[in-house]
């Protein structure tokens, strides 16, 4: 899974947003390293929702402006859980490698 | 202009079935996102729209089978693509008059005897290599002797030789057994200059039977001299030109038309596919057909450069069969094309054209 795909997927994981909530979630998740633009971010919608990931919840039009409002699915929550699982193991097989370099010990192990 | 304004314009980027679905929710978050003085889009959002329209355009939908047919219509279409483009480039044709006859004058030092009936135009079914022939009857001597002579005369003149003089022995008639078929002696040789090429063939009757008059009669001695156009780099780039065209007017066409399939209800998309499976699937027999003769070929070490016109030799080796291809696409796409959309519109489209479904 890729890096926005991941966080966009984090930000809906609490309560449903409209794109500009997504878009400011994961800028604020990510640390500021992941910053979407609308076009890359409703691509990205568009194929989540085309593989059940997230599904629209509820729309507000106001003035002739329209917000959307997008909630994880089962199934997303599900890809997404494991994904955080895949990720956990692949740091713990890279941080255990870590710890047995005399060099970088300190530094994983918290500077001790 | 307002920032406002600017947005709509570049939502134009996208396709109408998805700023019918998507545009005024896109413009809604561009808006918010937007810093409050800001009065034109910044240099980021224009790139990032006009490659999310274009990515809309291009992507099929998700799903294998909307992949199949995405890809095998963009096949069809650049073979159809590079068929059309053939014949329009400078390689399709005879020589000209001009060339022909100085070509084949050089070559034997005169012009056949009774040209008018010795000069032929034709044509090869397989690659539509279209040549002119001159056919010298009636010679002094030995044809061999002549094709010799031929190929002394064009390398004086500065013709370059493609294929060397060689001599081959076979045998004319209906069958091959030796009471039945006139063993004949062939001397051949090719040359180039100046965009026009010559193949040179003198034939013969060889051995006794060359006396034998209930063998050798009507079998008369004779050089020919055919005559045909060299390939040239711009008719390759034309035919790949074509090719590519195809390829990608195909793929958009493709894409458009299974996008509106998903977003017909189920009847009408079972008409479509009633139109545009046939066509489909001929058309993947097309595309089949041409890659085996292409592999074939370049396996066996028979593919030469004039291949540019086998995509046309393909398509009108059957013409009522690839009327019937292009006929299913018509139909298919004039189908799809028709009013009645099951997608979500927004209740307040960004741009008042995009509420008519039918884009």
């Excluded at chain 1, 899974?1 to 994981?13: G, H, K």
């Excluded at chain 1, 106001?62 to 409002?69: D, F, K, S, W």
């Excluded at chain 2, 493609?162 to 040789?189: I, K």
Aim: one cysteine or more.
């Amino acid at each position: 899974m890729r890096e926005p795909t991941f966080f966009i997927l984090t930000a809906l994981v609490e309560q449903p947003l409209h794109g500009y909530g997504v878009m400011q979630a994961t800028k604020e998740l990510s640390r500021e390293r992941v910053s979407l633009r609308p076009g890359t971010l409703y691509a990205a919608l568009d194929r989540l929702t085309e593989e059940g990931l997230v599904v629209v919840d509820r729309e507000e039009a106001v003035a002739g402006r329209l917000r959307r409002y997008y909630r994880l699915t089962d199934h997303g929550a599900a890809l997404l859980a494991a994904e955080v699982q895949r990720m956990r193991e692949t740091a713990a097989v890279t941080a255990d490698k870590l710890r047995r370099r005399p060099a970088v010990r300190p530094a994983i192990a918290g500077g001790q | 202009m307002s920032l406002d304004r600017w947005y709509r314009l570049l939502l134009r980027a996208y396709p109408r079935w998805h700023r019918r679905e998507r545009g005024t929710e896109l413009l809604t978050t561009l808006l918010d996102a937007a810093p409050p003085d800001r009065r034109r889009p910044a240099a980021l959002d224009v790139l990032d729209l006009l490659r999310g329209g274009l990515r809309c355009r291009i992507r099929p939908p998700r799903g294998a089978m909307y992949r199949l047919v995405t890809v095998t219509a963009a096949l069809f279409a650049a073979l159809a693509g590079a068929a059309v483009a053939g014949p329009l480039s400078s390689y399709s044709g005879p020589p000209r008059d001009a060339d022909a006859i100085a070509a084949a004058e050089g070559t034997m030092g005169a012009l056949p005897a009774g040209a008018a009936r010795s000069v032929a135009v034709s044509d090869s079914a397989f690659d539509h290599t279209d040549f002119v022939r001159f056919d010298y009857v009636g010679l002094p001597g030995d044809p061999g002797a002549a094709v010799r002579a031929a190929l002394d005369r064009l390398t004086a003149r500065g013709w370059r030789v493609t294929e060397p003089l060689r001599r081959q022995e076979d045998n004319w008639g209906p069958c091959d057994a030796p009471t039945c078929a006139t063993p004949m002696v062939y001397h051949s040789f090719a040359a180039t200059r100046g965009g026009v090429a010559v193949t040179v063939t003198g034939a013969a009757v060889r051995g006794q039977a060359a006396t034998d008059p209930a063998r050798a009669t009507g079998i008369e001695p004779r050089v020919s001299v055919t005559v045909t156009k060299t390939l040239a780099a711009g008719a390759v780039l034309t035919v790949g030109g074509g090719a590519v065209a195809g390829l990608a007017v195909g793929w958009l066409l493709a894409v458009w038309a299974v996008q509106r399939h998903r977003r017909h209800r189920a009847g009408r998309r079972r008409v479509l596919l009633v139109a545009g499976v046939p066509g489909l699937f001929i058309g993947a027999l097309f595309v089949l057909a041409f890659g085996n003769l292409v592999v074939g070929l370049s396996l066996s070490g028979g593919w030469t450069p004039k291949g540019v016109m086998a995509p046309a030799f393909v398509l009108t080796a059957f013409p009522t069969v690839t009327a019937l291809v292009a006929l299913s696409a018509a139909l298919t796409l004039a189908l799809a094309a028709l009013p009645g959309s099951a997608g979500r519109a927004d209740p307040h489209p960004a741009d008042p054209r995009d509420t008519a479904p039918a884009g």
